[in-house]
């Protein structure tokens, strides 16, 4: 509009100028016209599904261009209004597909200035250099639009950017390239590179960014896997207002003491790998408005005192390892919107607020106690309340909450202190209540009432609690017309009976195990094709399983053991399916095992012991090269079992267990021998301790372990077992056992076994328990054995074993039922001795056990790490109480086993 003002224009031109506001002085030059309409003719337009930007919602802007109107005027497109050149361009979401080539015409818009392709399909074509070309540009924004490679070293042509948006791009930055951009790109203002690939960049590259100390003031780093040293420097930049440098968890350091940019408004150190406390200096910055440093180590108290931060809308410091109380200043800040303080290690109690703008508060996961603070209830804009896993205690009078109209987040699981009271005199309504966590928090009585008036629920997770008696009928009619955003309900450790509830179509996760469910499985769950995982346990259910359950198609989880279900094995397991465990142990399921159980292709866990399934071993379950779990324990399997030797079968088996069956013929060596995943010791301390460890359930299985009937609550994945007894196995034991190097114990008690005892057991230097009792085995007792430092059981009792019981190592702790009905054998512990005349074995003095580093100490030290690990299982004794401690005790101890002891085992307790 400057040339308003000039006398060269008429009357009439100003009064057109008045009324037609945007109309523009020279005509669109006509090579940028046919340049656009070549650009816009290089893709199809093909609106996205969904993204986080929701681009659906924009019409794409190049419908606008066409051959027959000024290209000025056309969505998206500015020029300047003297020459008629683009110099915008703006097609953010424009819904654009197709590649970007070299010969583009995008390259020939010369005078542009301004250029934003964000949020659009350029199909991982790479940045050509040509954009270096486009030299007047000031503004280039990409991001989110798929492009893919290096950024091109030309970039830094553009000598006149002040702001450039690369973000969300799976792209590279070269330290030349980036060297080169910062040193000629003086003008830099903002520079957004989230998720580029800078690993190569170092300190020192960074660092560069000094030289715009006048000019920048935006700088979002996020996920651009840095490493080294944290770039504190970049803190002090004077005119910072922004910056982000989350999610880049090889940047190690500390937070600067002092000197921070003044103008700091919006700061994102989480996820940095951070040490060291927070500096009190960093609470003086009173332009802050948003603060991240969650998920990093850092440690000692929040700082106490600040000045005002009257802007401050959020503050995270979760996630780290604070300690002390919370400081009084957070309860009192003005503009706060968000605080989150949970998963640190903070004491004391919560004090009353003194402002009430919260809309999400979460200070779970720490060692706070006292009292529920009665201002929460004050904070009318609260979305979320997070109080789960502290110490709270006290009464809780829940019906407050319908206060908070907004509410709709609420977790107060695991805080067992409090004492929730329900109020079922007072009927209230929390209108906007999404999610309900109130697992483990002592509820008592009978379902609580409330939970009629809620009108869209999409979690509820009332489990481990006492909640008895039936399950109302509104809270059946609920679940199957009202809530159709279900996806996630929590039933289960209470005392409910009655009727199955059954989870409505959408429903991803449903847990009802371990209450006194009864009656049938109704064909209704045939509609909840949606789940992902289905838990039944420990119920009382009898009746057919629904065949519909093996065609679920997002189906993880199937378990329903320990029920008095019968019937077959549901019998449709559909090409693709995803199951991982299938767990129907424990009911009276008949056979035989439907073939298609081998579409299983995921399936890690299969149980289906203590059922009354009559068939030969399924040795078609060979090909499921993820199982790792196989137990048909006490069923009436019968045959012979031999694997036909397909691709590595059985490749991950660790826990294999067939015990009281009627299996005959021989022992099973041509399906042992290809057991791979018993034959190597892993010492990875990345792999996980417990097998797929999963948000909302652990696997676990019966095994006989030691003697003794234990649920392995969840499954190492340093367990490894086999277990043939009570079976009519026949003939010797098969050498290639051996080769077992991880199993941690072996059970071939109760066969018809013969032959002697290989030499080769002592190759399973892992093995914690052996019982070979109860079989036909002749000769010695071989001394090798003596070199198994774990293993703390061992029963060799009725057998025909003779001779000397070997002395030395674990044998020394052995008692007489060890080798009990062996009338042949001599020595300790038996009180029979042997005829002195006989060869004495060469290590069976204490002198020689000690020089031969099998003497007590080792004993005492292999004997207590057996013990530990057995404890370190996480295993419960049935009948016993359940020792969570020890659940605690056991993280993060896999692979150390061998030389750590209890004491350094609790050390380990966080
Ligand atoms: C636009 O004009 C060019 C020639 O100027 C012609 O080839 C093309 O088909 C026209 N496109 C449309 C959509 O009319
Ligand atoms: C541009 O290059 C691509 C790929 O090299 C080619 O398919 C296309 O025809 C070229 N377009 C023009 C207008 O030359
Ligand atoms: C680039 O900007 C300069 C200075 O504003 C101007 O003189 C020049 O004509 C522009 N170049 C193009 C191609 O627009
Ligand atoms: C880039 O464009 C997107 C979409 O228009 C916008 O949200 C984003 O803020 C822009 N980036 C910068 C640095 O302005
Ligand atoms: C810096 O930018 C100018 C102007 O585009 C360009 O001529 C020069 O080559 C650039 N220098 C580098 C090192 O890229
Ligand atoms: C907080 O932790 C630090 C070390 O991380 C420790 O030195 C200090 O004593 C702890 N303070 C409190 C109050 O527990
Ligand atoms: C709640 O939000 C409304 C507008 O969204 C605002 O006007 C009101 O002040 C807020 N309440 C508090 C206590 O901050
Ligand atoms: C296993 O034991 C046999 C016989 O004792 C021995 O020859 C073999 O080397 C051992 N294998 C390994 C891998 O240690």
């Known amino acids: 509009m400057r040339c308003v003002p000039l006398p060269c224009f008429s009357f ?15 005509l669109c030059n006509h090579h940028d016209n046919s340049a656009l309409l070549l650009f816009k003719n290089s893709f199809v337009v093909n609106p996205p599904i969904e993204d986080s930007f929701s681009c659906s919602t924009y019409s794409p802007k190049t419908e606008s261009w066409t051959n027959n109107t000024d290209c000025c005027e056309w969505d998206g497109v500015t ?38 392709l964000a949020y659009n399909d350029f199909s991982g074509s790479p940045l050509y250099s040509e954009m270096g070309d486009l030299i007047n540009l000031t503004h280039l924004n990409l991001s989110n639009s798929a492009i893919t490679g290096d950024v091109p070293s030309r970039i830094s042509h553009l000598s006149k950017l002040v702001s450039l948006d690369l973000s969300y791009l799976t ?45 920048l003031v935006s700088l979002h780093l996020h996920g651009t896997k840095l490493q080294g040293n944290f770039p504190s420097d970049i803190l002090f930049l004077p005119n910072l207002q922004e910056l982000d440098l989350s999610w880049n968890d090889k940047l190690r350091g500390q937070l600067p003491k002092s000197n921070w940019s003044n103008p700091l408004r919006y700061l994102d150190l989480s996820i940095n790998n951070l040490r060291g406390q927070i500096p009190s200096s960093l609470f003086h910055l009173t332009q802050l408005s948003y603060l991240s440093l969650s998920g990093n180590k850092l440690v000692g108290p929040i700082p106490s005192k600040t000045a005002g931060l009257s802007k401050l809308n959020s503050l995270s410091l979760a996630s780290n390892m604070l300690n002390g109380t919370i400081p009084h200043w957070c309860y009192s800040l003005p503009s706060l919107l968000l605080l989150d303080l949970g998963d640190n290690q903070l004491t004391g109690s919560i004090s009353e607020f003194s402002t009430y703008s919260l809309e999400v508060l979460h200070l779970y996961n720490n060692q706070i106690q006292g009292k529920f603070p009665e201002s929460i209830f004050e904070f009318e804009n609260l979305t979320e309340l997070d109080l789960s896993s502290t110490h709270l205690s006290g ?70 609690n006492k909640i008895h008696g039936k399950v109302p009928n509104w809270f059946h009619e609920k679940l199957s017309q009202s809530w159709n955003n279900i996806e996630l309900i929590n039933l289960s450790f209470n005392k409910l009976q009655g009727d199955l509830l059954i989870p409505p179509y959408g429903t991803r996760y449903f847990f009802v195990s371990n209450n006194n469910f009864s009656g049938g499985i109704s064909s209704t769950m045939c509609n909840a094709s949606s789940l992902i995982m289905l838990n039944l346990a420990y119920n009382i259910l009898i009746g057919m399983i629904p065949q519909c359950l093996g065609t679920f198609p997002s189906l993880t989880v199937l378990d329903l053991q320990m029920n008095n279900l019968y019937g077959s094995v549901p019998g449709n397991f559909s090409k693709g399916n995803v199951f991982e465990t299938i767990k129907l142990n424990g009911n009276r399921l008949e056979g035989p095992l439907p073939p298609s159980l081998a579409q299983c292709s995921k399936l890690q866990v299969l149980d289906l012991g203590d059922n009354d399934i009559e068939d030969t071993f399924p040795v078609w379950l060979e090909t499921l090269q993820e199982l790792q779990v196989l137990s048909l324990r006490s069923n009436k399997h019968h045959g012979v079992i031999t694997c036909f030797s397909s691709k590595n079968p059985f490749f991950k088996l660790r826990i294999f267990d067939v015990s009281s069956n009627h299996f005959s013929g021989p022992l099973p060596a041509s399906c042992i021998k290809n057991f791979q995943g018993m034959m190597s010791v892993s010492n990875n301390p990345n792999r996980s301790l417990y097998m797929d460890d999963r948000r909302y359930y652990n696997d676990s299985v019966v095994v006989i372990m030691k003697g003794q009937e234990m649920e392995l609550k969840r499954i190492l994945t340093a367990f490894t077992t086999i277990d043939l007894s009570n079976n009519m196995f026949e003939g010797g034991i098969p050498k290639v056992i051996g080769q077992l190097k991880s199993l941690i114990g072996l059970n071939l008690s109760h066969n018809g076994i013969n032959g002697a005892i290989p030499h080769r057991l002592s190759n399973l230097t892992n093995l914690e328990w052996l019982d070979l009792s109860w079989n036909q085995l002749t000769g010695d007792i071989p001394l090798a054995l003596t070199n198994l430092n ?71 030290v292999g004997y207590a790490c057996g013990a530990v690990f057995g404890m370190l299982l996480g295993y419960n004794l049935f009948l016993t109480a359940k020792p969570q401690w020890l659940v605690t005790l056991v993280e993060g101890m896999l692979g150390i086993r061998v030389k750590r002891t209890n004491n350094r085992a609790r050390t380990n307790r966080r």
């Not at 009439?12 to 020279?26: D, G, K, W």
């Not at 590649?99 to 020939?108: G, Y």
């Not at 040193?183 to 960049?201: C, G, K, P, Q």
């Open 171 to 215: 792209m590279r930055f070269d330290p030349t390239t980036w060297k080169k951009l910062i040193l000629n790109s003086t003008n830099l203002r903002e520079l957004h590179v989230e998720v580029v690939d800078m690993s190569s960049i170092r300190e020192s590259s960074l660092l560069l960014l000094m030289n715009l100390s006048s000019s």
């Open 790 to 860: 774990y293993l703390s059981t061992l029963n060799l009792s009725q057998n025909h074993l003779e001779g000397i019981i070997p002395t030395g190592g674990q044998f020394n702790t052995y008692e007489n039922a060890s080798y009990g009905g062996n009338p042949m054998l001599c020595g300790f512990p038996l009180s029979k001795s042997c005829n002195k005349d006989e060869e004495q074995p060469p290590h069976s003095t204490f002198q020689d056990d000690e020089e031969s580093g099998f003497g007590w100490k080792s004993v005492a």
């Open 12 to 26: 009439h031109f100003l009064l057109l100028l008045l009324h037609f506001p945007s109309y523009t002085f020279a």
């Open 79 to 116: 020029c300047d209004t003297m020459s008629g050149h683009v110099v915008g361009l703006d097609l953010t979401c424009s819904h654009l597909r197709g590649e970007i080539h070299p010969n583009s015409t995008i390259f020939q818009l010369r005078h542009l200035q301004k250029l934003n």
């Open 395 to 464: 009464p809780l009078d829940f019906h407050k909450f319908s206060n908070l109209k907004r509410l709709s987040f609420l977790s107060f699981s695991h805080s067992s202190f409090l004492s929730i009271n329900f109020d079922s005199s007072v009927d209230y309504v929390l209108p906007n209540l999404q999610y309900l966590h109130l697992s483990s928090c002592n509820v008592d009585g009978s379902f609580p009432k409330f939970l009629a008036q809620l009108e869209n629920l999409q979690e509820l997770d009332l489990s481990h």
